[in-house]
């Protein structure tokens, strides 16, 4: 099997995508904050959270 070493998303699709994911996420961040955490525990989680459920995409060397 032959394994992707590089993932080309267009700075148009990632842009748009930000824009869908970003507030959402910053009502996640803010709910998490107001219910005790710390911006940084709250960032730190849920960076181990995408790093772990999405480990298959960190095979990736490099994202254009």
């Known amino acids: 099997m032959e394994?992707?070493?590089s993932l080309t998303v267009s700075?148009?699709?990632l842009e748009d995508c930000r824009d869908v994911v970003g507030p959402d996420?910053?009502?996640l961040?803010?709910?998490t904050i107001?219910?005790?955490f710390t911006a940084e525990e709250v960032l730190i989680a849920i960076?181990?959270?995408v790093a772990e459920d999405y480990a298959v995409l960190a095979r990736?060397?490099?994202?254009?």
Request: net charge negative; aromatic share 8%.
């Open 34 to 36: 107001a219910s005790g």
């Open 60 to 64: 990736f060397p490099s994202v254009h």
């Open 3 to 5: 394994e992707l070493y």
């Open 11 to 13: 700075d148009e699709r």
């Open 25 to 27: 996420l910053q009502d």
């Open 29 to 31: 961040v803010k709910a």
């Open 47 to 49: 960076s181990e959270l």
